[in-house]
Each structure stands twice: as structure tokens, then as C-alpha cells.
């Protein structure tokens, strides 16, 4: 979940506005929202919003989702591994070929 979607959901739990929020940080409203949008906020202000709107630094982290990319990406690395594997054997395969075929091209040189 973005940032933004985590601040507009405490705000609606307290019903306060995005605009009230801005004002308590001594920020412009689109200010504050670009911020939010792009999750590009200080750490400082992260820390003052949340004695702002009253709530652990932590509620601003879904740290539920993070478990879930990392899961995801898991079985990314094992089809890697796995598609690694059958391109060596793919060489392997190719280069007996090579020396069968330049074999045969000896043999088809020499004079009878």
C-alpha cells in the first residue's frame, strides 16, 4: 500500500482532512501530497506526522506487503537457476555436435 493510501486511512479513522494534516506540518497542501504520492517524505517529517496524527512511526509501513515481494521473488530466482542449468546442457550438447560435425568434415577431406 502506498503512503498516501496509509495517511488517508488514518486521517479518515480520525476524520481529519489531507488539508488539516498539511497545516499541522506547516506545509503547503500539494506539497504534502506530492510528498505522500511519491513517497519521497524526510524523515523528519515522517516523525512529525506521526506525533502529528497521534501514531507509531511503524503504522506508515505495511511491512506485510514487503514479506510478499520478497516471497515473490523467490521462485523468479529458482526458475533462473533452473533455466541456467538447462543452457549449460544446451552448450554441452552444441559443442559434441561441433566436434562430431568437424570430425566428419575431416574424414569427407581426405583424398580416397
Known amino acids: 500500500m502506498e503512503l ?4 488517508d486511512t488514518i486521517l479518515k479513522d480520525q476524520n481529519r482532512s489531507l488539508s488539516w494534516l498539511a497545516v499541522e506540518m506547516n506545509k503547503t497542501f500539494d506539497g504534502m501530497k506530492l510528498s505522500l504520492v511519491k513517497e519521497s517524505i524526510k524523515y523528519t517529517d515522517l516523525k512529525r506526522m506521526a506525533v502529528v496524527l497521534k501514531v507509531p512511526v511503524a503504522a506508515f509501513f505495511n511491512e ?3 514479506l510478499n515481494l520478497v516471497a515473490e521473488e523467490m ?5 533462473l537457476k533452473s533455466e541456467l542449468g538447462s543452457c549449460r546442457e544446451l552448450v554441452k550438447t552444441l ?8 570430425k566428419i568434415i575431416g574424414l569427407l577431406s581426405e583424398p580416397r
Open 95 to 102: 559443442k559434441s555436435q561441433i566436434v562430431d560435425k568437424e
Open 75 to 79: 521462485p523468479v530466482y529458482t526458475s
Open 4 to 7: 498516501k493510501n496509509i495517511v
Open 64 to 66: 506485510k506487503e514487503e
